[in-house]
């Protein structure tokens, strides 16, 4: 072959392999762009969704739209929150919390109504209340307690508390005032009755005892 025809081969040579190669940059430029476009859809309907789904739950707990009914709460005379007259008016801070009614059954127990959101209300007051005062009160009195975990119900209460001072001989007076007004706030969201507590190393929350009074 001369040299022309040797010329004329690899001109032809070189026309495919850029022929094929313009093939392959432009299939790379769609394949690319195509995914851009697939993680920009993707990602803006994730975040669309992830905003309705905020939007959602915000009206789902919106106490506007929640249906409201009045709940009856029975509990003993001595365990009331505030003293009731003998003709069963609510005192005003009973009715600030939400109370529409006291009744006195005979002489043992006091039933209360209450709207159910006003009840849920007065619950989460209260056992913020409970659980500060109770904090507070164990803190001043002894100097070992570091802090007090709980869980919704407060039948589980949890007194950490630094170990190498921890005296086991209070164990037995801290769980008796814990216990106290925990099961009062048990009564008033007519839950099961108890409580156990459990002393914990303030550290590494390792149980050191529990007690149940």
């Known amino acids: 072959m001369d040299n022309k025809g040797k010329f004329k081969k690899l001109t032809v040579i070189v026309m495919i392999i850029a022929v094929v190669i313009s093939i392959i940059s432009l299939a790379w430029v769609i394949i690319f762009k195509d995914a851009d476009e697939y993680e920009r859809t993707n990602r803006e309907f994730f975040e669309q969704t992830a905003a309705v789904g905020k939007h959602t739950q915000a009206v789902n707990n919106s106490t506007d739209s929640e249906e409201t009914y ?3 709460i029975t509990v003993p005379v001595s365990f009331v929150l ?3 007259n003998s003709d069963s008016r609510l ?3 009973q009715k600030n919390m939400g109370f529409k009614s006291a ?3 005979g002489e043992s127990s006091v039933t209360y109504v209450i709207s159910n959101t006003d009840h849920r209300k007065f619950l989460m007051n ?3 209340e409970v659980v500060t005062e109770l904090e507070n009160s164990l803190k001043a009195d002894y ?3 570091d802090q007090i975990d709980y869980n919704d119900s407060l039948s589980e209460i949890i007194v950490k508390v630094n170990s190498s001072a921890y005296r086991s001989a209070d164990a037995q007076s801290i769980a008796t005032a814990a216990s106290l007004p925990s099961m009062i706030y048990q009564l008033y969201a007519d839950a099961d009755v108890g409580c156990q507590v459990s002393f914990a190393d303030a550290q590494t929350s390792r149980v050191i005892e529990t007690v149940i009074p």
Do not use: A
Request: zero cysteines; aromatic letters at 22%; charged letters at 35%.
């Open 103 to 105: 009744t006195f059954d």
């Open 82 to 84: 505030e003293n009731i």
């Open 126 to 128: 209260y056992r913020y």
């Open 70 to 72: 009045d709940i009856e």
């Open 91 to 93: 005192t005003n801070e």
């Open 143 to 145: 100097s070992y307690v």
